[in-house]
Every structure is written in structure tokens, then in C-alpha cells.
């Protein structure tokens, strides 16, 4: 098959074209865009329930990772109809440029999936607040802190500040899951109670995820930092309680990264958290590959 043929597959009852597939896109390791379909083919069990109703940004590298990429938000042209969008109210910070609708794709079937993936949207963010069945934005129903390690700070130092956030959100009534980021850090994610914080819109999220960063810059002000000044980061973790504002994404769990290898954002459990914690080397950003031996061995860790 040379690399821009084309092949008509159906998925699910659903026909659409996919090409390229012996396209390179992580040269460092040889990993073709076949391979890439391949994986979230495998993943979207675990991947999709992620994404349930949740309006999703791309990152694309039409070129593969080495050449350019630029973020998605709106449906491209040539969306298929059967594709589920949502139109959401918009001010100019999330959509640059001004006030307006933004059409998102809500990617909740292993077609849509496909799709996305054959467009080379290797990277798949969504908000913390999904949308009903009239594809109307609800309040967040979780909240999300993203420890981002300035250097030499890594994973251990992002393992044991995770341990003090799961305390801080803990004595607030709210449990937590951990996911790396498939980056740099970790991300947790804490489930809103259908009662009491559930009513908190973003800016409520926000405020209190502000709240438990402050607090731990307080108290662990050396390992620590909850401002955004890159300068005051280094060998600190920063607490980015920014991400909960309702214009501003983070990568779904079982996504890939557009990184040199194709890592991808991978759940964790608290025992390895704590044993990150401990041993500097415990931790790593697992690659795809790694990302399906976890879920044939342990199904879907997140919220475990």
C-alpha cells in the first residue's frame, strides 16, 4: 500500500475513508498513522467514557510530530453528517476572536473516534463541564489540578505533592484520581457530589482549586507554587488551578501526545502514586503501547 492510498472502512455502521496510513508520524520511533488507528481502536473502551459528552479541541500534525501543528476547535469542512457537534456560546478567550459560537465535535463512538484520528488529531482535550442532549454546556462536574514539575523537579516531586492535594481536596469531602499527563506531570481529577459543590460553575471550580493551591504553597512553599510566573518554578510543582476556567481544556485520559514518542495520558493507581513517592525512578509517562498492556491487565484504573 503506498502511504496515500486510501481504503473505505466501515466502523460501527458507519462508512468513512481513511489514508496515509503507513504515514510516519512519530519518527523517532517509526510509529505510522495506521499504528496510531490501531491504538485508539484498542483504547476507545477505556478512551470514550472519557469523552461522553464533552465538546472536544484537537491538536493536529497533519505533518507528523517534527513538522507544525495548530489547535481545532471548530468541525473542519467535509464533517461527516452522523458526527455529534455541539454549538457553544463563546467569549473571545476561547475562541480568539471575539464573541461568537464555537461548532465542537462531542467524540462519543468509535467512529468519531476513527475520524478524528485519520484527520491526525493526535491530541484530544475537553473541558470539565459537558453538555446535555441539546448539546447545552452544563455546570463542571469535576474538578481538575494539573502539577506541572519545573525543572530538575520530575514525577517523584509531582508524586508526593499529589499525595498532599489528595489530603487537601479529602479534608474538603472530595476524592481525586491520578493520571500522568503524558508530558511532563500528573493531572487529578476530583468528581463533583451530585449535591452541594455540583452547583458550582467555573468560576467556582476555579476558586476553590486556587484555594488548595494557595494552601499548599503555604505549607509546602519549597516544593510548591501556585503562581503562574514561570520564573518562581523552577524545582517547584506548580499547582495550575487555571485549567477548571470554562474556556480552557486538558488532554483526556488515554490520549496520545504529540511529544517525541507517542506517550499518551495514562490513569493511575494510588499505590503507585505512593510508590512514585518514594522511589524517584517508579514513575514514568507510559507510551502507547505500554498504555494497552495496563488496560489488558487492569481494565481502567481511573477512579478505581
Same mark, same amino acid.
Given at each position: 500500500?503506498?502511504?496515500?492510498?486510501?481504503?473505505?472502512?466501515?466502523?460501527?455502521?458507519?462508512?468513512?475513508?481513511?489514508? !496515509?496510513?503507513?504515514?510516519?508520524?512519530?519518527?523517532?520511533?517509526?510509529?505510522?498513522?495506521? /499504528? $496510531?488507528? !490501531?491504538?485508539?481502536?484498542?483504547?476507545?473502551?477505556?478512551?470514550?467514557?472519557?469523552?461522553?459528552?464533552?465538546?472536544?479541541?484537537?491538536?493536529? =500534525?497533519?505533518?507528523?510530530?517534527?513538522?507544525?501543528?495548530?489547535?481545532?476547535?471548530?468541525?473542519?469542512?467535509?464533517?461527516?453528517?452522523?458526527?455529534?457537534?455541539?454549538? $457553544?456560546?463563546?467569549?473571545?478567550?476561547?475562541?480568539?476572536?471575539?464573541?461568537?459560537?464555537?461548532?465542537?465535535?462531542?467524540?462519543?463512538?468509535?467512529?468519531?473516534?476513527? =475520524?478524528?484520528?485519520? #484527520?491526525?488529531?493526535?491530541?484530544l482535550h475537553v473541558h470539565q463541564w459537558t453538555v446535555d442532549g441539546d448539546g447545552v454546556p452544563r455546570n463542571p !462536574?469535576?474538578?481538575?489540578?494539573?502539577?506541572?514539575?519545573?525543572?530538575?523537579?520530575?514525577?517523584?516531586?509531582?508524586?508526593?505533592?499529589?499525595?498532599? $492535594?489528595?489530603?487537601?481536596?479529602?479534608?474538603?469531602? #472530595?476524592?481525586?484520581?491520578? $493520571? %500522568?499527563?503524558?508530558?511532563?506531570?500528573?493531572?487529578?481529577?476530583?468528581?463533583?457530589?451530585?449535591?452541594?459543590?455540583?452547583?458550582?460553575?467555573?468560576?467556582?471550580?476555579?476558586?476553590?482549586?486556587?484555594?488548595?493551591?494557595?494552601?499548599?504553597?503555604?505549607?509546602?512553599?519549597? #516544593?510548591? %507554587?501556585? %503562581?503562574?510566573?514561570?520564573?518562581?518554578?523552577?524545582?517547584?510543582?506548580?499547582?495550575? =488551578?487555571?485549567?477548571?476556567?470554562?474556556?480552557?481544556?486538558?488532554?483526556?485520559?488515554?490520549?496520545?501526545?504529540?511529544?517525541?514518542?507517542? %506517550?499518551?495520558?495514562?490513569?493511575?493507581?494510588?499505590?503507585?502514586?505512593?510508590?512514585?513517592?518514594?522511589? /524517584?525512578?517508579?514513575? /514514568?509517562?507510559?507510551?502507547?503501547?505500554?498504555?494497552? /498492556?495496563?488496560?489488558?491487565? #487492569?481494565?481502567?484504573?481511573?477512579?478505581?
Amino acid at each position: 500500500m503506498s502511504p496515500t492510498d486510501e481504503v473505505q472502512v466501515d466502523v460501527e455502521g458507519r462508512s468513512l475513508k481513511i489514508s !496515509n496510513l503507513a504515514k510516519v508520524l512519530y519518527p523517532r520511533t517509526g510509529t505510522t498513522k495506521g /499504528e $496510531v488507528l !490501531n491504538y485508539y481502536a484498542q483504547v476507545s473502551p477505556v478512551l470514550l467514557p472519557h469523552l461522553e459528552d464533552r465538546a472536544v479541541t484537537r491538536i493536529r =500534525w497533519p505533518h507528523g510530530v517534527e513538522g507544525s501543528s495548530f489547535f481545532e476547535k471548530n468541525i473542519p469542512p467535509g464533517t461527516p453528517s452522523w458526527v455529534r457537534t455541539a454549538e $457553544v456560546s463563546t467569549t473571545g478567550s476561547r475562541s480568539g476572536k471575539g464573541d461568537g459560537t464555537i461548532r465542537f465535535p462531542i467524540c462519543d463512538d468509535l467512529a468519531t473516534l476513527t =475520524w478524528l484520528a485519520n #484527520l491526525a488529531a493526535l491530541e484530544l482535550h475537553v473541558h470539565q463541564w459537558t453538555v446535555d442532549g441539546d448539546g447545552v454546556p452544563r455546570n463542571p !462536574n469535576r474538578l481538575v489540578i494539573d502539577l506541572d514539575p519545573g525543572e530538575p523537579a520530575g514525577l517523584h516531586e509531582c508524586a508526593r505533592v499529589a499525595l498532599m $492535594v489528595r489530603d487537601a481536596l479529602a479534608a474538603r469531602d #472530595l476524592t481525586c484520581s491520578p $493520571v %500522568t499527563s503524558g508530558s511532563k506531570g500528573l493531572h487529578l481529577y476530583a468528581p463533583l457530589p451530585d449535591t452541594g459543590r455540583k452547583s458550582l460553575d467555573s468560576d467556582g471550580t476555579t476558586a476553590l482549586a486556587k484555594e488548595v493551591a494557595e494552601e499548599l504553597q503555604t505549607e509546602h512553599g519549597d #516544593l510548591v %507554587t501556585a %503562581t503562574m510566573t514561570k520564573a518562581k518554578r523552577p524545582g517547584k510543582v506548580f499547582l495550575d =488551578w487555571s485549567q477548571n476556567s470554562g474556556s480552557k481544556t486538558t488532554v483526556s485520559p488515554y490520549s496520545l501526545r504529540g511529544r517525541e514518542r507517542p %506517550t499518551a495520558a495514562t490513569p493511575l493507581t494510588w499505590d503507585e502514586v505512593e510508590e512514585g513517592a518514594e522511589d /524517584e525512578l517508579a514513575l /514514568e509517562q507510559f507510551s502507547m503501547e505500554q498504555v494497552l /498492556e495496563r488496560v489488558a491487565e #487492569l481494565g481502567d484504573v481511573f477512579d478505581a
